[in-house]
């Protein structure tokens, strides 16, 4: 009965795209079997919004400070990610604010700054922009510009991120990098519960202000083995989830299934050996683990559903150029979303999927 | 008709808000709120035979003619006022009867700031600190406010409330090592002048950006709140800093969340070139706060007995009754914007002068000022402010730390390339202003 609950809400808040002509090919969600040893304790299956639901609930148990607001949160939230707690813990742990994004977050920076684990959830990515003064101009510098006497590291700011087949323009955004120009945060995005889990602790126990992307095509679609305890996952480190020698493919989030599919295909229809890494700290980034395997392989794509132009490959591109110069085969290449803002009914061809990927793959193999 | 009763009927509220006997009145107010939030939160069962709306969003009565409520621009909140322009007791049961040594600190504060902002204004213009902004007629905002809460009550500023740091005991050392940038400026260098922060006294450091730092306040009271100590937040910020969107969103949130803070508006006529009637049409920022569903008064800021006495009330309240409070301190900001700022260019002589002169809050405490303190306080001003010139700026390895809790990689090779090219091109950059 609580499935057909969560399916029929979902399907409110989701509606299903009807489609005319060609199918668009269904996201696939890989599980890690690969999965290093996170913690040792009990596992129970969870998909990625139970997983942050369990995160949350570990918080709330173990620290009498934290509290958790946004809008809908009190319920459960639009996306469930909050489901249970406020009965659990008390209204005025769990709480419903205003409808206003900049005062979401002035309000988590201030609670944060007074001592309390502030933990603030921003709808959707799409709507982060009204709270961008209050990250960029205030959270990111609060401990710079007092001279270490004041911070809000304690606050953590949550969003659903990323295209989910019918999203369109405001509800499919991944704006990580208007803010990986801002020194002061920390920016996270996991691939799967385990590691979505295992980040959030990691960016809520984080002396400073993170914000942390939750790809929400993987809610309910993503489902893993997750320890029920605590544990954490370090940030600014890489994975390495696939060692190769030919190419080497950066992504992070939903992409990361993607660049798994097209490395299998590499192997297959290629014979190409590809290197898998999930950047997974977006800001600051493993710089290390990515050069690293560059000079190994001597080819880099990097794939990202934002636009192309500004977006966070690019970054990566140009330090990898400066650091791994002389190792290049090829040109570095980047396999993103269109410089356009998200459409509806042309997602099939605007995301940078498997086919883009693989070709991509065949050039710079090419070269 | 209709319209002058519905008028009279709002003001009559706002008065009864305004003038409630505090003691047991404020129980009966609490009781009445809790009843009244209780209501909003069970609705009461729909009965759509009774004659009275049911909606969720409002609880009003019908109206059966066609009326627009008039925002009250002419005779708005009255303004709270216990001394007269020559600073005698108007009503002596509103006299907050101070000690003499308190009432003389206030004085001793206010000349003691408006020293050294004359003192750091000048050196401004000599070129021997970059900026500076002067708080020139707005002290008796300061200093009343700060008399009226605990040390421990934790301050958000906006830039013009140097008199509440002052009054807390911020030596004139650190002024002046905030605004020369020195090694002993606690936030180590970072900042323009006037940019003041204090861990130990609970103010926390300013921003540029105006009014972020108000949802903040909304956030830290909240924090506050749930530690269940006696402690309140208060939150300044200027008339023209009102109209973003962040004023709004911590207002709302305040009331929504019921947090223990006092919103303190420094009303002082101008946002820079900007004067009150081309920054809002309604009656100021006090008439807001009934719409967010904010207990708000308007007070004399040039009267230091009056904002101490609402600010006394409010923090009192606040603290017992987990709301927050509006207070619109009405003043005038007699010197310019700042360093950058010539304000004859939009406003007449005439007009600084009559405040300057004839409504001022130091003047209204003149029969306490004897000539010997205000030579004295310009001696201890001029002290620090030698001593602050020659101090050595901090070491330029402070560029880099605290943009995260500890150094990463990528900013510690910034940090060594910077060295690197500084040692190579050495003759081009001031190293021997800054501390090794």
Not at chain 1, 168 to 176: F, K, L, N
Not at chain 2, 31 to 55: H, T, V
Not at chain 2, 270 to 294: C, F, H, K, M, V
Not at chain 2, 353 to 363: C, F, G, L, M, V
Request: charged share 20%; proline share 6%; with cysteine.
């Amino acid at each position: 009965l609580l499935l057909i609950l969560i399916a029929s809400i979902s399907r409110a808040t989701n509606p299903p795209l009807t489609f005319t002509g060609t199918e668009i090919e269904e996201q696939v969600f890989i599980a890690d079997t690969h999965c290093m040893n996170v913690s040792a304790g009990p596992t129970q299956k969870m998909n990625l919004f139970q997983s942050v639901t369990s995160a949350l609930d570990n918080t709330l148990a173990g620290d009498p400070t934290a509290v958790i607001f946004g809008e809908d949160v009190a319920f459960g939230g639009v996306f469930r990610c909050t489901v249970g707690l406020r009965d659990k813990y008390g209204k005025d742990r769990v709480f419903n604010t205003p409808l206003c994004e900049q005062g979401i977050v002035g309000f988590g920076i201030g609670a944060a700054a007074a001592g309390a684990t502030a933990i603030a959830e921003i709808q959707f990515a799409d709507y982060i922009y009204p709270a961008f003064d209050q990250i960029v101009n205030e959270a990111a510098k609060y401990r710079y510009r007092s001279g270490n006497m004041f911070d809000c590291g304690k606050l953590t700011i949550r969003a659903p991120w990323g295209c989910v087949g019918h999203g369109s323009i405001y509800h499919s955004q991944c704006p990580e990098a208007f803010f990986t120009h801002c020194p002061g945060i920390k920016i996270v995005v996991p691939r799967g519960p385990v590691q979505a889990k295992g980040l959030l602790l990691s960016c809520i126990a984080d002396q400073n202000p993170c914000i942390f992307f939750e790809p929400k095509i993987l809610y309910r679609a993503a489902v893993e083995q997750v320890p029920t305890e605590a544990y954490q996952i370090p940030l600014s480190q890489a994975e390495v989830l696939q060692e190769g020698s030919d190419l080497t493919l950066v992504a992070w989030g939903t992409q990361v299934h993607v660049l798994k599919e097209v490395a299998a295909m590499a192997q297959e229809k290629l014979g190409v050996s590809c290197e898998l890494i999930d950047l997974r700290t977006i800001l600051p980034w493993d710089t290390e683990t990515v050069c690293k395997s560059v000079v190994k392989t001597g080819r880099l794509l990097i794939s990202h559903e934002a636009p192309v132009t500004g977006g966070f490959a690019a970054e990566i591109s140009s330090t990898v150029q400066e650091e791994c110069f002389l190792n290049l085969e090829a040109p570095i290449s980047r396999v993103c979303g269109y410089d356009t803002p998200f459409p509806h009914i042309f997602e099939p061809f605007y995301i940078p999927d498997k086919w883009k990927c693989f070709e991509a793959v065949k050039r710079m193999i090419n070269y | 008709m209709a319209a002058a009763r519905g008028l009279t009927k709002l003001y009559r509220i706002g008065l009864h808000a305004i003038r409630q006997n505090t003691t047991l009145k404020a129980t009966t107010f609490l009781q009445q709120r809790a009843f009244r939030l209780n209501g909003a939160l069970r609705q009461q069962p729909f009965d759509s035979s009774a004659e009275k709306p049911q909606f969720p969003g409002a609880s009003a009565e019908f109206i059966d003619h066609l009326e627009f409520i008039q925002p009250n621009v002419i005779s708005g909140i009255p303004v709270y006022r216990v001394m007269d322009r020559q600073g005698q007791i108007i009503n002596p049961s509103e006299d907050p009867k101070l000690p003499k040594e308190m009432v003389l600190n206030f004085y001793q504060k206010m000349t003691l700031l408006n020293t050294m902002d004359r003192i750091l204004y000048e050196s401004q213009r000599q070129g021997r600190i970059s900026f500076y902004m002067t708080n020139y007629g707005e002290e008796g905002t300061h200093i009343g406010s700060a008399a009226a809460l605990e040390p421990t009550d934790l301050v958000f500023g906006q830039y013009r409330e140097a008199g509440v740091l002052m009054y807390r005991g911020f030596p004139l050392d650190l002024f002046m090592a905030q605004c020369y940038a020195n090694a002993d400026d606690l936030g180590k260098g970072r900042q323009m002048p006037v940019h003041y922060g204090s861990k130990d006294l609970n103010f926390v450091t300013i921003s540029s950006p105006l009014a972020t730092q108000i949802p903040q306040a909304a956030g830290a009271a909240y924090a506050v709140k749930r530690e269940n100590l006696n402690r309140v937040v208060i939150c300044y910020f200027g008339e023209g800093a009102a109209s973003e969107g962040d004023a709004h969103a911590g207002f709302n949130f305040s009331a929504t969340l019921e947090c223990p803070l006092i919103f303190f508006c420094r009303n002082n006529g101008y946002a820079i070139s900007t004067p009150t009637n081309e920054q809002y049409r309604g009656d100021g920022i006090a008439a807001r706060g009934p719409g967010y569903g904010l207990m708000s008064i308007r007070v004399d800021g040039n009267d230091v007995f009056a904002v101490y006495n609402a600010t006394k009330e409010a923090r009192r309240r606040a603290v017992a009754e987990n709301q927050p409070f509006l207070i619109e301190a009405m003043t005038y900001r007699i010197g310019h914007h700042s360093t950058s700022d010539d304000s004859s260019a939009y406003r007449s002589v005439d007009e600084v002068n009559y405040w300057d002169k004839q409504d001022h809050p130091i003047s209204r405490l003149r029969h306490y000022m004897t000539r010997a303190w205000r030579k004295q306080s310009r001696k201890l001003v001029m002290e620090a402010f030698e001593k602050a010139e020659k101090r050595l700026k901090p070491n330029p390895e402070l560029l880099f730390t605290d943009v995260y809790n500890e150094m990463i990689p990528p900013i510690a090779k910034q940090r060594d390339a910077m060295w690197r090219h500084v040692q190579q091109y050495k003759e081009h950059y001031p190293l021997d202003l800054y501390e090794k």
